[in-house]
């Protein structure tokens, strides 16, 4: 996946590396808080797993627009 608009990029590294790691630290330390650990564990898990699937796309999708600079300076 490359992303044509460096803006859609930037708002993707934004909510991978500043919003979901702080959702998840969130709903578990409220869990632990109010004494909800029935859900919140499972909840903050599915999010730091998300988190981790979509750092991986954002990787990717930035090696791939690495490789295509390279070539487009290479002609």
Same mark, same amino acid.
């Given at each position: +996946?490359?992303?044509?608009? #460096?803006?859609?990029?930037d708002?993707? &590294?934004?909510?991978? *590396?500043?919003? @979901? =790691?702080a @959702?998840? *630290?969130?709903?578990?330390? @409220?869990? %632990?808080?109010? #004494?909800? *650990?029935?859900?919140?564990? =499972?909840?903050?898990?599915?999010?730091?797993?998300?988190? /981790?699937?979509? /750092?991986?796309?954002?990787?990717?999708? /930035?090696? #791939?627009? &690495? &490789? +295509? %600079?390279? @070539?487009? &300076?290479?002609?």
């Amino acid at each position: +996946m490359i992303f044509k608009d #460096n803006k859609v990029y930037d708002i993707m &590294k934004w909510v991978v *590396t500043v919003v @979901l =790691p702080a @959702l998840a *630290t969130f709903i578990i330390t @409220l869990g %632990q808080i109010w #004494n909800w *650990t029935a859900y919140t564990v =499972p909840i903050g898990a599915t999010i730091v797993a998300l988190e /981790a699937f979509l /750092a991986a796309c954002l990787c990717i999708s /930035a090696s #791939n627009y &690495k &490789k +295509m %600079q390279a @070539l487009e &300076k290479e002609k």
